[in-house]
């Protein structure tokens, strides 16, 4: 989904493999001097993460915090809301980084490569992702609705689409629409991440791996790139 931190853009951008994060954390360390609900969402991550399952209670997440489980009310005002920050704090706030590789005096192939990458790394570090989206996008006029559309869709949109017009101003993409490019990009990154139950009985993969991820993400950079591309003579 967004753009990788800095510096695993100049590792990749020098040919070395971005060092993988750690999917651990200590709350423990974590927790000293920080704000509760930080403490809280950490907690609900790694709940998730290692249960591969969003359905964790407030109660194993206050406990997993060290807190009491009504913060988690008084901080988030219920299980939607707490949906609601995670991703804000594990999409949304990468934005920023995402900006600075639009604005990056990179060419867009280069750029499309390390977008690409770097959603795949976020459904990797993040492996909940798509079920909270999927929670709180059932009611297509409901608020959750609305809010994974103006905080997650749009930005990745307007970026992708910044990208290819610089694309396509550089002579190396051809014209496509937006739109259509953002459901192909999502929906391929997606879905191995999504479909783990395929994986496991079909494939017999256990676990999705940093390995996996990296060859995932360079397999769909070049079907998008065999489509975007503008071949000699064209």
Not at 120 to 125: A, C, I, K, M
Not at 176 to 191: Q, T
Request: glycine share 8%; aromatic share 8%; with cysteine.
């Amino acid at each position: 989904m967004p753009a990788m931190p800095s510096q695993e853009v100049a590792a990749a951008d020098h040919g070395r493999t971005p060092p993988a994060r750690s999917r651990k954390r200590s709350t423990t360390s974590r927790r000293r001097g920080r704000h509760s609900g930080d403490v809280l969402l950490d907690a609900a991550s790694a709940r998730m993460i290692e249960r591969n399952s969003i359905t964790v209670t407030f109660a194993e997440i206050a406990a997993r915090a060290g807190l009491n489980s009504a913060l988690i009310h008084y901080r988030f005002g219920g299980k939607d809301g707490l949906f609601r920050a995670l991703i804000e704090r594990d999409v949304g706030g990468t934005f920023p980084m995402l900006a600075e590789l639009v604005a990056a005096d990179l060419p867009a192939v280069r750029k499309l490569d390390l977008h690409i990458r770097a959603i795949t790394q976020t459904y990797f570090d993040h492996p909940y992702i798509n079920r909270l989206v999927a929670v709180l996008t059932q009611d297509v006029e409901g608020e959750g609705a609305r809010f994974v559309s103006e905080r997650v869709v749009r930005p990745l949109h307007e970026a992708q689409a910044a990208i290819l017009a610089q694309g396509q101003a550089e002579g190396v993409f051809r014209a496509v629409d937006p739109m259509l490019f953002y459901f192909s990009l999502i929906g391929a990154c997606d879905h191995l991440f999504q479909a783990r139950y395929a994986l496991k009985w079909a494939f017999a993969v256990g676990d999705i791996d940093d390995s996996l991820r990296r060859d995932y993400a360079q397999h769909v950079l070049g079907l998008l790139m065999g489509s975007l591309m503008v071949r000699p003579g064209e």
